[in-house]
């Protein structure tokens, strides 16, 4: 089975988040911080992308849970929570509806049935995956999903000039070899020629600046939408 090169580093993460933090704090700076703001946004993407009540969502690196506690805000959906790190998940489930599951996954696919999902959202993940891990992920995302399902993503871009912000501090890190984790970078081209190659009917893109839903607040980083045929 595939394994991840940077699950000590992220269960070291969280593991000192917590002893430097109140527990709330620490699972709101482990996804980033904002946690209930992003997540809201988070939940605005994926009705955007389609989503409805009924469907079967899988939150890929869903963390402490900030999409779940939105979407059982929100929409009624059957949920699945995967993450690298035990004690985010453990968290997620004092925050979410019983009926979520969250699930320590650390291969490079899906514990699911083929044709049994509706919606696969990666938010903040494949920005720090290496590229052939992003496509095997997305390669079993094609299979797990029903048709007319979706893959939701997010990226980070040269395009975007608000993105070089988190390339230059890469760049400073590296120079002080003190680099957290990886930071990836996607170009639209990869995404594109990845989506062909996996049989993927089409994908669209969002830029990581603007916000075509009701709050009209951006995530960030760009959003991609793959979509199988």
């Known amino acids: 089975m595939a394994k991840f090169h940077f699950v000590e580093d992220y269960e070291r993460y969280v ?3 917590i002893r430097q933090h109140p527990i709330d704090t620490a699972m709101s700076l482990a996804v980033g911080g904002s946690y209930a703001s992003v997540g809201a946004i988070e939940c605005e993407i994926l009705l955007h992308a ?3 009540p009924g469907m079967a969502v899988v939150d890929l690196g869903c963390g402490s849970g900030r999409l779940a506690v939105a979407l059982a ?3 009624a959906v059957g949920y699945l929570g995967l993450d690298v790190v035990s004690a985010l998940l453990d968290y997620a489930r004092t925050k979410a509806p019983k009926a979520y599951r969250f699930v320590l996954n650390r291969a490079l696919s899906l514990p699911v ?3 049994s999902v509706d919606v696969l959202c990666a938010f903040s993940v494949f920005t720090h995956l290496l590229h052939a891990e992003t496509y095997l992920y997305l390669e079993d995302a094609h299979r797990a999903l029903r ?3 979706r893959v939701v993503l997010s990226f980070l871009e040269f395009a975007i000039p608000d993105h070089w912000a988190v390339f230059d501090r890469t760049i ?3 120079r002080a070899s003190t680099v957290p984790h990886l930071n990836q970078f996607i170009e639209r081209n990869q995404i594109i020629v990845w989506s062909q190659r996996l049989g993927y009917a089409g994908v669209s893109f ?3 600046n603007t916000a075509p839903w009701p709050s ?3 995530l960030g980083q760009s959003i991609a939408i793959l979509t199988k045929g």
């Open 15 to 17: 593991a000192d988040l």
């Open 50 to 52: 389609g989503l409805e």
């Open 73 to 75: 805000n929100r929409i």
């Open 113 to 115: 049935e083929a044709a």
């Open 147 to 149: 048709p007319g399902g």
């Open 172 to 174: 400073q890190a590296q």
């Open 206 to 208: 969002i830029d990581g």
């Open 216 to 218: 009209g607040e951006p």
